[in-house]
């Protein structure tokens, strides 16, 4: 008899067919990467699927329809390549850091329809590094921020073919930014310019909820969602300085007559401070359909809400502001040279807005245990191009992605018939692209980003 298709398939297949032909979208970097291999390689539309141990991020409820105890964990390397013109010269700058991120899953069902996870995973990161002397130094020559989560998780079936996941996260955030504070002094000019590096460093946590609800409604459709918690993270840490080593052969008159080394001056001048800050892990909505039109294959699509303007401004600020930021700069150096320490807030608006994801995929299974993966999504971008600056411009970005995978029996090395539990092994490749924009916020910083991304990774599991 021939089968019929699902009536779901068509306008599925449709969306995956025109999605490549459509205008791109700029990206949001800071969540550009996936914590799962084979959701990676089906382009991130994973809600409702969910049928691996990374379901602790993905969709929490999709926990209880895993039976046994299993353990996963991946590994991921990639470039994140960004170059930025000066429109005036046609001179590029660069950014290619190389990233390594690495994230590990625990499930166990004890009982069928109740199930017990734990995940610890980077879901949020970014990291830049620009060239010495390039036109934005002024507002950063290099930003990090990574954030690390862990979530227990407890997922239960009430009913048949239907799930509801809860989790907790705890979270962790770790900021590092360097960049440049020109020095002047009103009373002596200095000849050439003058110049310290600003470089913070900053942590903090907190705590947030999340949840997932996943409905097998038939044999070939699924649905799921998930939601998780907009988490405020109170960042805490220090801001040290280094003077140019050029300072040191430069002399300047002393308030208390004679000369003394500009080093001398910029130490007195800019001392280590504690600093505070605030940054926002976004509140997160996903829906998904997973269709199953034939047996071996499977049309996944996500659409996900990011509600990015939850991450505030990039903006740190001395515990002494608007106090006494170094007291070694006393009033006969302030009088002497017409300057006062006033470097107590540092930072600039991020202008983040809330975004909308697009995300599909398709598995086509090659016999009993083996499959191959692709995907394609766009991710709209959370800073318009307008609000664009040199320490986070997120340009538009395009997302390829293909994977292959293995889940099936691994037999024991001292007796090849007995089967000692299942192998879970996903690989995956991720291609990004981005289109030209202008960053024009800042007057004096319209710079043109150019961007592409590399991404690989693989991840290995096993079923007890």
């Given at each position: 008899?021939?089968?019929?298709?699902?009536?779901?398939v068509?306008p599925?297949?449709?969306?995956?067919?025109?999605?490549p032909?459509?205008p791109?979208?700029?990206?949001?970097?800071?969540s550009?990467h996936?914590?799962?291999a084979?959701?990676?390689?089906?382009?991130?539309a994973f809600?409702?699927?969910?049928?691996d141990?990374?379901?602790?991020?993905?969709?929490?409820?999709g926990?209880?329809?895993?039976d046994?105890?299993?353990?996963?964990?991946?590994?991921?390397?990639?470039?994140?390549?960004?170059?930025?013109?000066?429109?005036?010269t046609?001179?590029?700058?660069?950014?290619?850091?190389?990233?390594?991120?690495?994230?590990?899953?625990?499930?166990?069902?004890?009982?069928?329809?109740?199930?017990?996870?734990?995940?610890?995973?980077?879901?949020?990161?970014?990291?830049?590094?620009w060239?010495?002397?390039?036109p934005?130094e002024?507002?950063?020559t290099?930003?990090?921020?990574?954030?690390?989560?862990?979530?227990?998780v407890?997922?239960v079936?009430?009913?048949?073919?239907?799930?509801?996941?809860?989790?907790?996260?705890l979270?962790?955030?770790?900021?590092?930014w360097?960049?440049?504070?020109?020095?002047?002094?009103?009373?002596?000019p200095?000849?050439?310019?003058?110049?310290?590096?600003?470089?913070?460093?900053?942590?903090?946590?907190?705590?947030?909820?999340?949840?997932?609800?996943?409905?097998?409604?038939?044999?070939?459709?699924?649905?799921?969602?998930?939601?998780r918690q907009?988490?405020?993270?109170?960042?805490?840490?220090?801001?040290?300085?280094?003077?140019?080593?050029e300072?040191?052969?430069?002399?300047?008159?002393?308030?208390?007559g004679?000369?003394?080394?500009?080093?001398?001056?910029l130490?007195?001048?800019?001392?280590?401070?504690?600093?505070?800050g605030?940054?926002a892990?976004?509140?997160?909505?996903a829906f998904?359909?997973a269709?199953?039109p034939a047996?071996?294959?499977?049309?996944?699509?996500?659409?996900?809400?990011?509600?990015?303007?939850?991450l505030?401004?990039?903006?740190?600020?001395?515990?002494n502001?608007?106090?006494?930021?170094?007291?070694?700069?006393?009033?006969?150096?302030?009088d002497f040279?017409?300057?006062?320490?006033?470097?107590?807030i540092?930072?600039?608006?991020?202008?983040a807005?809330?975004?909308?994801?697009?995300?599909?995929?398709?598995?086509?299974?090659?016999?009993?245990w083996?499959?191959?993966?692709?995907g394609?999504?766009?991710?709209e971008?959370?800073v318009?191009t307008a609000g664009?600056?040199?320490?986070?411009?997120?340009p538009g970005?395009?997302?390829?992605?293909?994977?292959?995978?293995?889940?099936?029996?691994?037999?024991?090395?001292w007796d090849?018939?007995?089967?000692?539990?299942?192998?879970v092994?996903?690989?995956?490749?991720r291609?990004?692209?981005?289109?030209?924009?202008?960053?024009?916020?800042?007057?004096?910083y319209?710079?043109?980003?150019?961007?592409?991304r590399?991404?690989?990774?693989?991840?290995?599991?096993?079923?007890?």
């Amino acid at each position: 008899m021939k089968k019929r298709l699902a009536p779901a398939v068509i306008p599925l297949t449709l969306v995956l067919c025109f999605m490549p032909f459509t205008p791109a979208l700029p990206g949001q970097d800071l969540s550009f990467h996936d914590v799962g291999a084979r959701a990676a390689g089906l382009g991130g539309a994973f809600t409702a699927r969910a049928d691996d141990a990374t379901a602790i991020f993905y969709n929490p409820a999709g926990l209880a329809f895993l039976d046994g105890l299993r353990i996963q964990t991946s590994l991921t390397f990639s470039t994140r390549a960004l170059s930025a013109v000066w429109p005036e010269t046609g001179e590029a700058f660069r950014s290619s850091p190389r990233e390594l991120h690495g994230n590990f899953f625990l499930s166990w069902q004890p009982v069928r329809g109740l199930s017990f996870g734990l995940g610890y995973y980077s879901p949020e990161n970014f990291d830049s590094g620009w060239p010495y002397a390039w036109p934005g130094e002024q507002v950063s020559t290099a930003a990090k921020y990574k954030v690390r989560t862990l979530r227990p998780v407890i997922a239960v079936e009430p009913l048949r073919g239907l799930a509801i996941g809860a989790a907790l996260d705890l979270v962790a955030a770790h900021l590092w930014w360097d960049h440049l504070l020109p020095f002047e002094m009103a009373s002596y000019p200095i000849p050439d310019d003058t110049a310290v590096t600003s470089r913070h460093e900053l942590t903090g946590h907190g705590l947030g909820f999340s949840g997932g609800v996943l409905w097998k409604a038939v044999p070939w459709l699924q649905v799921g969602a998930r939601y998780r918690q907009s988490i405020v993270v109170g960042l805490s840490g220090k801001n040290t300085f280094q003077p140019f080593a050029e300072s040191w052969y430069t002399s300047v008159p002393g308030p208390y007559g004679g000369a003394t080394p500009l080093t001398n001056v910029l130490n007195r001048f800019y001392v280590t401070q504690d600093v505070r800050g605030e940054t926002a892990i976004p509140r997160e909505i996903a829906f998904g359909i997973a269709v199953r039109p034939a047996r071996r294959l499977s049309l996944n699509l996500d659409v996900q809400w990011d509600r990015w303007s939850d991450l505030g401004r990039w903006e740190y600020r001395s515990v002494n502001a608007g106090g006494d930021l170094s007291p070694e700069f006393s009033e006969d150096y302030r009088d002497f040279y017409g300057i006062a320490p006033d470097y107590g807030i540092q930072g600039l608006d991020l202008a983040a807005g809330d975004t909308k994801q697009i995300k599909a995929g398709l598995e086509y299974g090659l016999g009993r245990w083996f499959a191959v993966r692709a995907g394609f999504s766009r991710l709209e971008g959370s800073v318009a191009t307008a609000g664009r600056t040199p320490i986070y411009p997120d340009p538009g970005l395009s997302v390829y992605s293909c994977g292959a995978g293995y889940e099936g029996p691994m037999f024991s090395i001292w007796d090849e018939d007995k089967n000692v539990g299942r192998l879970v092994f996903d690989v995956y490749v991720r291609y990004a692209t981005a289109g030209d924009g202008s960053a024009s916020a800042l007057p004096g910083y319209e710079l043109v980003y150019r961007a592409d991304r590399w991404a690989a990774g693989v991840a290995v599991g096993y079923v007890f």
